[in-house]
């Protein structure tokens, strides 16, 4: 049984950081593409960040120079390291996992951007 399980979102203030740590198990986490995405109330679900197994890394403009995902492929987790934070990315961040067309979601974590 695949399981992907956020955790690291919460409140944060403008200008803030948050880390977001996404855990994986029942799939051979090395060989897979990890994706974080985004929905805000009312929109589609976005691209926020991928990284390969080989660790290329690529990033939505939005969030350029922001945001940084990393993967730690000893203990099956895959990171987003966010900072100066934008009221405009409030929304519910998911943790994807992808191999040739076999994809898999998490149940989201809720990040907030307020003052």
């Known amino acids: 049984q695949v399981q992907l399980v956020e955790s690291g979102g919460g409140l944060v203030q403008p200008g803030g950081s948050l880390r977001l740590s996404c855990a994986a198990s029942g799939i051979i986490f090395n060989i897979y593409t990890m994706g974080w995405y985004r929905q805000a109330p009312g929109k589609q679900r976005e691209l926020v960040a991928t990284i390969t197994s080989g660790g290329t890394t690529n990033c939505a403009d939005s969030v350029k120079g922001r945001f940084t995902i990393s993967r730690d492929n000893a203990k099956n987790t895959v990171y987003l390291q966010m900072s100066s934070l934008k009221p405009e990315d409030t929304a519910v961040y998911y943790c994807?996992?992808?191999?040739w067309g076999n994809g898999y979601w998490g149940q989201g974590t809720q990040v907030t951007v307020s003052s």
């Open positions: 994807n996992a992808n191999h």
